[in-house]
């Protein structure tokens, strides 16, 4: 019902959409295979609804779902593009809307980047890219203004420097931030404030 009065509002206030930024945000396998309230053996439970509300808290209209388990990443990359495609028609400027992803639900990101092919809008890719991937997957070139967020103390992920480097579209801004917060993989589990900060600043325009 909420939804259904959520589309009845934007139709009767086209403004409403253009005023508002948004925030897409992409979770991790662990909750996709899990749900959002489980328990991993070794990083404690993924604060999915804390860091739902950390983005809301600052004012974004924030658009997540749980996604059904084994999601192939590329239809849902897809999936993504549409309903971005979806708000820009509606007059929503490009740097108003934010795609957050982490783990998987960066890989995802970084695929919605690569289809998706608009230079303004913002990416946040986190704990996500692999050293093998530039080679590996031809098919993803970063387009937009991108930020890369990599724990030090990740063996799972780590630098998105050379999926970069290699990117065929136009990377409009770039920027890499390196964690040492001792949480390994974990640290995207949690809604830690060292990387939640700088997705909202990076979501508000502040690329320096």
Not at 71 to 100: E, F
Request: with cysteine; proline share 3%.
């Amino acid at each position: 019902m909420k939804k259904i009065m959520f589309l009845i509002l934007l139709a009767a206030f086209p403004n409403l959409v253009s005023a508002q930024k948004y925030i897409f945000f992409l979770h991790n396998n662990f909750i996709e295979m899990a749900g959002p309230d489980a328990v991993h053996p070794e990083y404690g439970r993924a604060e999915y609804k804390e860091i739902i509300s950390a983005f809301t808290n600052a004012g974004f209209r924030v658009i997540s779902e749980l996604r059904p388990k084994n999601t192939d990443v590329k239809d849902y990359a897809r999936k993504t593009v549409k309903q971005i495609d979806s708000l820009l028609k509606k007059g929503v400027p490009a740097d108003k809307i934010t795609v957050i992803g982490t783990s998987k639900g960066g890989y995802i990101a970084m695929y919605v980047s690569s289809y998706l092919k608009n230079k303004n809008v913002n990416f946040v890719f986190i704990g996500c890219c692999g050293e093998e991937d530039s080679a590996d997957v031809p098919e993803i070139n970063f387009c937009g203004n991108i930020l890369s967020v990599h724990e030090k103390s990740d063996a799972t992920a780590g630098s998105c420097l050379k999926l970069k480097d290699k990117s065929l579209n136009k990377v409009s801004r770039f920027k890499e931030i390196e964690l040492n917060t001792g949480l390994k993989h974990g640290f995207l589990f949690k809604a830690l404030q060292e990387w939640i900060q700088p997705c909202i600043a990076w979501a508000n325009g502040k690329y320096e």
